[in-house]
């Protein structure tokens, strides 16, 4: 099984502050990582795949960046509604599939 | 408008059983690999299975292998999650996600809005 490590766990950012999250495979996953958006209450939301891509309707301010084992999703300028828990995931080693354990981005 | 709606989640008792269910819409389900994903309270988000597009294969995570099964009915846009022997820790909250790809396997592109599960005497 691949683990996904996310760094760190909560990252406390102003707005209109840069955030850099942090994800790390046990091995290499090549570009086949997401990374979703979970609000409270709410189901995720697929932000980026293949490691860079932004997804349909994402805004230009969240990119990802990386491949292998190290990745970076960064948010450019924290806009309110940017305040959520982060996940990555590896869709390289399936049939199993695994998340990162999340970063909590909160308001600093 | 691409839509994914569970249903059947509940209070059960340990080693009952619960049938979750997930209606799509929106896209042409039949061609889409489909996977249910949970998360307990306060914790992080866990695939539980996968079933291809036209049901030919089925995945499971180890923690619900021989206690889950995982089925669709494209005639009826609905994928099902059959879950036997339940635990304590099967309290969750259940998802049904759509693959991205029409072959296998990429990102989870649409999530359901969620159906709680409580596994508790």
Partial sequence: EIVMTQSPATLSVSPGERATL?????????????WYQQKPGQAPRL???????????IPARFSGSGSGTEFTLTISSLQ?????????QQYNNWPLWTFGQGTKVEIK | QVQLVESGGGVVQPGGSLRLSCAASGFT???YGMHWVRQAPGKGLEWVAFIRYDGSNKYYADSVKGRFTISRDNSKNTLYLQMNSLRAEDTAVYYCAKDSSTSCCDAFDIWGQGTMVTVSS
């Avoid at chain 1, 932000?47 to 997804?55: C, E, F, Q, V």
């Avoid at chain 1, 309110?80 to 990555?88: K, L, R, T």
């Fill in chain 2, 29 to 31: 389900f039949s061609s």
């Fill in chain 1, 47 to 57: 932000l980026i795949y293949g490691a860079s891509t932004r997804a349909t309707g």
């Fill in chain 1, 80 to 88: 309110s509604e940017d305040f959520a828990v982060y996940y990555c």
């Fill in chain 1, 22 to 34: 942090s994800c790390r495979a046990s091995q290499s996953v090549s570009s086949n990582l997401a």
